[in-house]
């Protein structure tokens, strides 16, 4: 597909668990992106890559969430000792270029995480 | 810290009427401003992008424009559809960052 995949789509964890969750971008997308969105509100920032690097992890709630990109390509976005608090869905999306240069985010249908 | 607010939060309207959804934001410094489209249970989907430098940018039965100095935008949406209904946000790229800020989103319900 030529769209921004991701794995799985629902994940149901128990409390304490670590859980790993794995966008596919674009290809040839510099620029990779994970959000939070709660229910009912707008998705929030997490953390922006471009290319290997976590160019801005500001968004990042706490030391218990990682993301990597090994390879500029595929993006793992890690969650130790899951709280209920962590239950969303989480957005990836990616763009041609990065930073200020204008180009659409193209997201993918997120992963509903829910920690009991 | 850039805030951005949608209002409505809900709208119902019967079909064939026009739609009217607002968006502001506190820093008028921004790169571009983006309308998103939202079904149930999926992603969002990019309807409409608007460079900083544009007042306007039009496709289809959508319109939005753009006034960075009063910090607001207005996506408009021709003769609704039923299959219009969804919920619509709006996210600016601040100049400060690589982030886009979104607001909470306007969930619409086009009535047949």
């Known amino acids: 597909g030529a769209g921004v995949s991701q794995t799985p789509s629902n994940k149901v964890t128990e409390k304490g668990k670590y859980v790993e969750l794995r966008c596919d971008p674009i290809?040839?997308?510099?620029?990779l992106y994970w959000y939070r969105q709660s229910l009912g509100q707008g998705p929030e920032f997490l953390i922006y890559?471009?290319?290997?690097?976590?160019?801005?992890d500001s968004g990042l709630p706490n030391d218990r969430f990682f993301a990597v990109r090994p390879e500029g390509s595929v993006s793992t976005l890690k969650i130790q000792r899951t709280e209920r608090g962590d239950s969303a869905v989480y957005l990836c999306?990616?763009?041609?270029?990065?930073?200020?240069?204008?180009?659409?985010?193209?997201f993918g249908n997120g992963t509903r995480l829910t920690v009991t | 810290k850039q805030e951005v607010t949608q209002i409505p939060a809900a709208l119902s309207v019967p079909e064939g009427e026009n739609l009217v959804l607002n968006c502001s934001f506190t820093?008028?410094?921004?790169?571009?401003l983006q309308w998103f489209r939202q079904d149930p249970g999926k992603g969002l989907t990019s309807l409409l992008l608007?460079?900083?430098?544009?007042r306007e940018q039009t496709s289809g039965r959508l319109n939005a424009s753009l006034d960075k100095s009063s910090g607001r935008s207005t996506l408009y949406i021709a003769a609704s559809q039923p299959g219009d209904s969804a919920t619509y946000l709006c996210?600016?790229?601040?100049?400060?960052?690589?982030?886009?800020?979104f607001g909470g989103g306007t969930r619409v319900l086009v009535k047949p």
């Open positions: 820093d008028s410094a921004i790169y571009n």
């Open positions: 608007i460079q900083s430098s544009q």
């Open positions: 999306a990616s763009s041609a270029t990065g930073g200020s240069l204008p180009s659409p985010l193209h």
């Open positions: 890559f471009q290319g290997t690097g976590a160019a801005d």
């Open positions: 290809s040839g997308h510099t620029a």
């Open positions: 996210a600016v790229l601040t100049a400060a960052g690589n982030k886009l800020t």
